[in-house]
């Protein structure tokens, strides 16, 4: 099985992270910051990775630390979970439309971190949730877990439906691209013969 777990502890936040890339999309996540939690267990329903997320962060300054710091230990964690990446599909993308929102993500588990995230949030809050910090997020699960992630807004105007189309959007190009090629599954998916 493809699993992980990720224990992370700092002077800012205490975090730890467990998956399970072939489980039926079962979480529980408490971070603190209730918007983010239903962030997460949109990426886990939907990308069908079991998660269970837990973090004591440094909420009396802003929920910064504890974003970011759970996006660095979820990287980690698809990392170790997904090992030399036999077999996998590699390539994911998904045009996600919600009410006036759509998102489109395009990403490729290269081991190579590039972010492209334009969503054209407002800046402001959703709920007590910053909207810069959903870039944060994707950039630490981008750069510790080795993605090359594109995501772009087409439409969409309310700042709660974008986020969560893009959480969605990335969850099923995930799931597509951590799925076995049954006409490759013993090979690693790249010329380079790593990834
Ligand atoms: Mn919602």
């Known amino acids: 099985m493809r699993t992980a777990k990720i224990t992370r502890k700092t002077a800012e936040t205490d975090i730890s992270v467990e998956i399970n890339l072939d489980g039926t999309g079962v979480y529980d996540n408490q971070t603190g910051v209730g918007f983010f939690d239903h962030m997460l267990d949109q990426l886990s329903r939907h990308a069908l990775i079991d998660m269970t997320v837990r973090a004591d962060g440094?909420?009396?300054?802003?929920?910064?630390?504890?974003?970011?710091?759970?996006?660095?230990?979820?990287?980690?964690?698809?990392?170790?979970?997904m090992g030399d990446k036999k077999g996998i599909m590699r390539y994911g993308s998904c045009h996600l439309a919600m009410d006036d929102a759509q998102v489109r993500c395009a990403l490729d588990l290269s081991g190579r971190p590039y972010l492209i995230c334009n969503l054209e949030l407002p800046f402001g809050k959703i709920g007590t949730f910053d909207t810069e910090l959903v870039r944060e997020f994707f950039q630490a699960l981008s750069t510790h877990g080795g993605i090359t992630l594109h995501i772009d807004k087409l439409h969409?105007?309310?700042?709660?439906?974008?986020?969560?189309?893009?959480?969605?959007?990335?969850a099923r190009a995930l799931r597509d691209a951590l799925e076995t090629d049954p006409r490759k599954a013993d090979a690693i998916p790249s010329t380079k013969g790593a990834l």
Do not use: P, R, S, Y
């Open 58 to 81: 440094d909420l009396h300054i802003d929920d910064h630390h504890t974003v970011e710091d759970v996006g660095i230990a979820l990287g980690q964690a698809l990392t170790e979970a």
């Open 156 to 170: 969409g105007f309310n700042a709660h439906h974008i986020t969560e189309a893009a959480f969605k959007a990335v």
